[in-house]
Nanobody
Framework: VQLQASGGGLVQPGGSLRLSCASS????????MNWYRQTPGKQRELAAV???????DYADSVKGRFTVSRDNAKNTVYLQMNSLKSEDTAVYYC?????????????WGQGTLVTVSS
């Protein structure tokens, strides 16, 4: 499975961006579709998750501003980011996770850079 993230760019504080993660395979096979983000010198953090049943969770830092969604027909996951702040600047990675018993299988996209700056 290959994941292709896109939609990053430069945006002013308070602005919006929508990231897309297109999968070469069916996303319905994965338990979770996740958006992680990483800034230099910091660990990758989970920003948002959407599960196969449609339930979602968000990091406290993005709750109320980011919305994750999925389109199984297009095998694509989206991250709508509103009210962006400078601290949202990061490389955003999409991740697909398949859980078989106690084993997790993770697939990663290449990352897309989001820069929030005036």
């Amino acid at each position: 499975v290959q994941l292709q993230a896109s939609g990053g760019g430069l945006v002013q504080p308070g602005g919006s961006l929508r990231l897309s993660c297109a999968s070469s395979g069916r996303i319905s096979r994965f338990n979770d579709m996740n958006w992680y983000r990483q800034t230099p010198g910091k660990q990758r953090e989970l920003a948002a998750v959407i599960r196969n049943d449609g339930s979602t969770d968000y990091a406290d830092s993005v709750k109320g501003r980011f919305t994750v969604s999925r389109d199984n027909a297009k095998n694509t996951v989206y991250l709508q980011m509103n009210s962006l702040k400078s601290e949202d600047t990061a490389v955003y990675y999409c991740n697909a996770r398949e859980i078989r018993g106690s084993v997790w299988y993770d697939y990663w996209g290449q990352g897309t850079l989001v820069t929030v700056s005036s």
